[in-house]
């Protein structure tokens, strides 16, 4: 079964076999993704002139080797792209710098990014000229990251997850989250600034689809035998659903397509569940489940 732009529709919640297989309700793409996966789909069909995307346009290599045999390339930089190409932003936006280059030289731009990434964007951008030192909670070599920092008119501070939180010199701050960030880990980080500066104003970038895919990991996690996660290894959502499930049963994986796989981690298991990040396309979902239903 397929949807929109040719990519498969979510299957059924359960599927049965030798184990049961329980997938999450929001396992597999967000609509963010979808929309701009089908905006990808819809540009390559329609434009005879080379499509590139500004870096993988999203965190699943399985996705982007479809979009390889569609014609579209990928591109780190706007410096690689040749006159005439029609460049795409990925889902997680872009360098402000880099639209700016791209304008300048005339080149046409489809904006895929996120609803969802483009409010931190806006965040950063509105605080650090009301005076706020802006600190976001996130992983400082995502994309998403580098592309919010690009928005903010002075230097921000990147609290990784799970990390310290530096002492800063500001009176006042302001504190976003990557929109892909563990809930948990944005309030620590507010708690932590708001016992050191007189003026902290907290904004909860982190997206609706995050803390429901989440929220269903716990659920599942708990429900299950054994988890297994699946999307791509370099998707900071995938691996905190990972982290998550991982903390409630120990018998959970990460894996990118059932190829990863091993018959012996399931031994003796009844139910096994089944979460994927936002970036998973659901026939790798579906490739997954197909590969469980069967175990002996």
């Keep these: 079964m397929e949807g929109s732009g040719g990519w498969p529709s979510q299957g059924a919640p359960l599927y049965r076999g030798a184990v049961d297989v329980k997938i999450a309700k ?21 434009h005879r002139a080379p499509v590139v ?32 190409t029609t460049v795409v932003v990925r889902t997680h936006g872009a360098v402000r ?12 731009v489809v904006d895929g990014t996120c609803p969802y990434v483009k409010y931190p964007q806006a965040m950063a951008q509105r605080l650090s000229r009301e005076g706020y030192h802006i600190v976001i909670v996130g992983d400082a070599n995502h994309a998403e990251i580098k592309g919010v920092i690009s928005y903010s008119e002075q230097p921000c501070t990147v609290v990784k997850p799970g990390g310290p939180v530096p002492e800063i010199k ?19 980080v507010v708690g932590v600034l708001a016992l ?14 995050t803390e429901e895919r989440q929220a269903d990991a716990r659920a599942l996690a708990s429900e299950v035998d054994a988890v297994v996660v699946v999307g791509g290894k370099n998707s900071a959502n995938t691996r905190h659903l990972a982290e998550i499930c991982r903390a409630i049963q120990p018998r959970t ?25 936002a970036s998973t396309p659901d026939w790798v979902v579906e490739g997954v489940a197909a590969w469980l239903r069967v175990l002996r």
């Excluded at 390889?68 to 990928?74: I, P, Q, R, Y």
């Excluded at 880099?98 to 005339?106: H, I, K, N, S």
């Design 253 to 277: 994986w990460h894996v990118e397509t059932e190829a990863e796989l091993e018959a012996a981690w399931f031994e003796g298991c009844r139910v096994v569940g089944l979460s994927a990040g």
């Design 196 to 209: 050191r500066h007189k003026e902290v104003r907290a904004v909860n970038t982190i997206c609706n689809d």
């Design 53 to 84: 995307t500004l870096g993988p346009i999203i965190h699943n290599p399985q996705a982007v080797a479809r979009f390889s045999e569609k014609g579209v390339g990928t591109v780190n930089g706007i410096g690689e792209v040749t006159d005439g």
């Design 97 to 108: 710098e880099e639209l700016e280059r791209a304008e300048a030289r005339g080149l046409e």
């Design 170 to 188: 500001a009176k006042k701050v302001a504190v976003i989250a990557q929109t892909t960030c563990i809930g948990a880990e944005f309030e620590r």
């Design 26 to 46: 929001t396992a597999g793409f967000c609509w963010g993704v979808r929309r701009t996966v089908d905006k990808v789909m819809e540009v390559a069909d329609q």
